[in-house]
């Protein structure tokens, strides 16, 4: 399964803004590299726990934070980054093939994701020692 962290970007949204407030729109193959088929948002997520712990074989994501902040932590086997996402005009592309772990969730933390696919069990890599078989290592 190649796949590299090196290929998971941030991505700079569009900011609507007036005195009024903000709009940051999405659609998908603009954007973000695949069309949308699911959104889904993690929320009251409790102090100091962790979320993620599996990667994907095919879905493509786009993380976003709503509100508040959390530490995306991005590994591909070789190689990790750390990234912060705080603000709502920034969102993370991650590809498949790619373990992340969702830590350091700020009270209030809104996680915004939009997905190249529907929730499917299968497509997900739950267990790190079959992650790194997969990737050979
Ligand atoms: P999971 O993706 O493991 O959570 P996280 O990565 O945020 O820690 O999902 C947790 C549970 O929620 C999982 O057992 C199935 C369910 N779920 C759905 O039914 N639909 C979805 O779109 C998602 C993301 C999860």
Same mark, same amino acid.
């Given at each position: ?43 009251? &997520?409790?102090? =100091?726990?962790? $979320? ?9 994501? @786009?993380? !976003?934070? *709503? %509100? ?25 592309? &991650?590809?498949? =093939?790619?373990? $992340? ?9 809104? @996680?915004? !994701?939009? *997905? %190249? ?21």
């Amino acid at each position: 399964m190649e796949s590299s962290i090196f290929n998971c970007n941030v991505i700079e949204l569009a900011k609507i803004n007036n005195r009024a407030g903000n709009i940051t729109p999405i659609h998908g193959l603009r954007e973000v590299p695949f069309s949308i088929k699911r959104v889904y948002y993690l929320y009251d &997520v409790p102090g =100091g726990e962790t $979320r993620g712990g599996h990667a994907h074989y095919d879905l493509h994501q @786009l993380i !976003v934070s *709503a %509100s508040g902040s959390f530490d995306v932590i991005l590994d591909d086997g070789k190689n990790k980054k750390v990234v912060n996402l705080n603000r709502p005009n920034y969102g993370l592309y &991650v590809t498949p =093939g790619i373990w $992340r772990d969702l830590v350091n969730f700020s009270s209030g933390a809104v @996680l915004l !994701v939009l *997905a %190249s696919m529907p929730y499917v069990e299968s497509d997900y890599i739950r267990d790190y020692e079959s992650f790194l078989k997969l990737k050979n290592i």
